[in-house]
């Protein structure tokens, strides 16, 4: 590297120029560009893994929902009607709280 003050080469690791005294400014360190971007593609990742994994679940309970409402049509029917409503509402929470934590 060289000085900034008189453009003599200093030494790696030399704090002043041996030349004209002046301290030498370490250059800053160049910015992480990829971090920012690995970090929210993780975030995404796991977003979208959580998402996957509830989705997952939520089409599972609603198979045992219609499955039951198709043993028990007429009342039952419309209970399991309002459980999938909840399981929705609760599905759509988490989505919410997903997106908050990316
Ligand atoms: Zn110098």
């Not at 910015?31 to 990742?45: G, S, T």
């Not at 599972?60 to 409503?85: I, Q, T």
Request: with cysteine; charged share 25%.
């Amino acid at each position: 590297m060289f000085c900034q003050n008189c453009g003599k080469p200093v030494l790696v690791g030399a704090s002043k120029c041996a030349s004209c005294g002046s301290a030498i400014g370490f250059p800053a360190p160049p910015p992480p560009p990829d971090d920012d971007i690995d970090r929210i593609a993780e975030n995404l990742k796991r977003a979208a893994k959580e998402l996957a994994q509830s989705a997952a679940q939520l089409s599972k309970r609603l198979s045992v929902e219609a499955e039951s409402a198709a043993k028990n049509p007429g009342a039952s029917a419309k209970r399991a009607a309002g459980r999938v409503a909840k399981e929705l509402d609760d599905l759509s929470k988490e989505v919410d709280r997903v997106l908050q934590n990316l």
